[in-house]
C-alpha cells in the first residue's frame, strides 16, 4: 500500500532528509531527490534494526551526488538515471576505479497536471511538443481553452535528464518552463495551477493527477502501476540507482546496500511508491 505523504512533511524532505542514531558507524547518503524520501524510509527502518548505525540522506539533484561522490564526500549516491562517461572519468580520477552500480527500485516517470485538469492521456510526441514549446495551449490536446503552464527540474537533476533524452529526444525544454528546486516543489505547484503540467517520480503523486502515456498516437494509453512497469509497457520507466567507491563495498556500506535490494528492503519501496525490482536483478 502507497504510503501518502503530506504537503508539508514532502516540503521537508526537498531541502533535506536527514536522520541520524547516537554513535556507531555512519554512512552518508547523496544524490536525487526523486530517491530521497525513498532513501530516508530505507534509514529510518534499518537504523531501527541497527541501534549502532546511523545513516543520513540529503538530496541536491542527481548531479550533486555524482559531485560528492567524486570528491569523496559521500558513501553512497543516489542516481535518477545512469552515470555518464565524463562521470565516470572523475570518479577514476579521484578513487582509481569505475563506481561501483546498484539498482534499487523501479520507477514509471509520471507526469502530472492539475487534478480539475480533463486530459486523462498524452502521448510522448505531445509531450515533446509541450515542452520544447510548440504547443501553448491545452485546447490543441483535448483540453480546455487555456494556456499552458510549464514545470520542470533544475538542470543538475537526473529527472530533468532522463526526460530530456527520453521524452524531448535531446531537444531543449521551452524557454518558458519555471524552473523548480524538487520534485516536491513541482507537485505543490502542479497542484495550485490548474494549467499546469510537469514530470517526476511515482512516488510524488499527492495532490496533482498522472497522466497515463501513449508511446505512438495510435497506441494504448498506459497508467503508471507496478505491473506496466516491471513489463516495461510504461514508455516512461526507469531504474533507479545507487554508486559507490568500490573500496567502500565492503563492511556497514555493503551491508545496507544488501539489505536494501533484500525482500525487506524492497518491500519499503511499495510502502512509499515506487516499484521493488524484480527478484533476478537483485543478485548483483
Partial sequence: MKTTISKVTI???????????????AITVKGSDTLVIQAQKWAEVYMGKKSDVKIQVTGGGTG???????????????????????????????????????????????????????????SLDQLMQIFTGKTKNWKEVGGPDAPITLYSRENSSGTYEFFKEHVLQGRDFAARAQTMPGTAALLQAVA???????????????????????????????????????????PIWR???VYIDPSLD????????????????QKEVKEIGYFPLPAHLREK
Fill in 239 to 241: 531504474y533507479l540507482y
Fill in 64 to 122: 550533486t551526488g555524482f559531485a560528492a561522490l567524486q570528491n569523496q564526500t559521500t558513501d553512497l549516491c543516489n542516481a535518477s538515471r545512469k552515470i555518464r562517461a565524463a562521470e565516470i572519468a572523475e570518479c577514476i580520477k579521484s578513487f582509481g576505479r569505475r563506481p561501483t552500480e546498484y539498482k534499487v527500485c523501479l520507477d514509471g516517470l509520471t507526469v502530472f497536471v492539475n487534478e480539475s485538469n480533463p486530459v486523462k492521456e498524452l
Fill in 11 to 25: 516540503a521537508a524532505m526537498t531541502l533535506a532528509a536527514a536522520v541520524t542514531a547516537q554513535g556507531g558507524a
Fill in 250 to 265: 565492503k563492511g556497514d556500506v555493503a551491508a545496507y546496500i544488501s539489505w536494501i535490494r533484500s525482500d525487506e528492503g
Fill in 192 to 234: 495550485k495551477d490548474k494549467n499546469a503540467i510537469g514530470y517526476g517520480g511515482a512516488a510524488y503523486a499527492a495532490g496533482a493527477k498522472g497522466l497515463a502515456i501513449k508511446k505512438t498516437e495510435s497506441s494504448p494509453a498506459i497508467s503508471v502501476t507496478e505491473e506496466t512497469v516491471v513489463k516495461g509497457t510504461y
